[in-house]
């Protein structure tokens, strides 16, 4: 006779999902001033702005964002940011400031928490269709989750190379 396994995948989510924004903040508020335009990499075929601190921060936050809410249809970003990453070769207006993004961060923290909280299995089972595919909602969080620390390391490098003392990466939230 076998024995179900009860395992608090919720709570285990939100512990690495809530670490990899909080690895991504501590790169954000580590980054002075000098280097908020820093690019990340010089050869690249995409316009040069793509590769800077600040872009690279507002391009995971965008995509936190967006694939929280699991679909394209409907979603727009709260003020001040806009649809900019939808569309090919599109920037925003201006360099968002880092308070900006500060505020951003922590929106996408709080609806990234209670979009876990409220999982179900149904919603959880829910297809996601995006340009690059479609997946189960449970699998975009996943998704999402390395796609928010793969852009926090590449800030924790650049920091890095450039002289700024970061922190380790957080091994989880409570």
Same mark, same amino acid.
């Given at each position: 006779m ?11 989510i @939100?512990? +690495? ?18 280097? @908020?335009?820093?690019?990340l ?7 040069? %702005?793509?590769? %800077? ?8 936050l965008f ?9 394209? %249809? ?7 940011f ?22 951003y961060? +922590?929106?996408?923290? +709080? ?20 340009? @690059? ?42």
């Open positions: 076998h024995t179900a396994i009860t395992i608090p995948w919720k709570p285990i @939100w512990s +690495q999902f809530g670490a990899a924004i909080d690895t991504l903040n501590d790169m954000l508020t580590a980054c002075p001033d000098e280097l @908020w335009r820093a690019r990499w010089e050869n690249t075929s995409a316009r040069p %702005e793509y590769a %800077e601190f600040w872009y690279r921060v507002y391009h995971a995509w936190l964002d967006l694939y929280l809410t699991g679909a394209e %249809e409907g979603f727009m970003p709260p003020a001040p806009a649809l900019i990453e939808m569309k090919e070769d599109d920037l925003p207006e201006r360099v968002y400031t880092k308070a900006e993004l500060q505020a961060l +922590q929106y996408g923290r +709080q609806k990234c928490q209670a979009t876990i909280e409220a999982l179900t299995d149904e919603t959880a089972q829910r297809r996601c269709q995006f340009a @690059w595919g479609e997946v189960s909602f449970v699998e975009l969080l996943l998704y999402n989750l390395r796609h928010v620390q793969e852009i926090a390391a590449q800030l924790s490098l650049l920091l890095g190379q450039k002289g700024v003392s970061v922190p380790d990466s957080v091994p989880k939230v409570e």
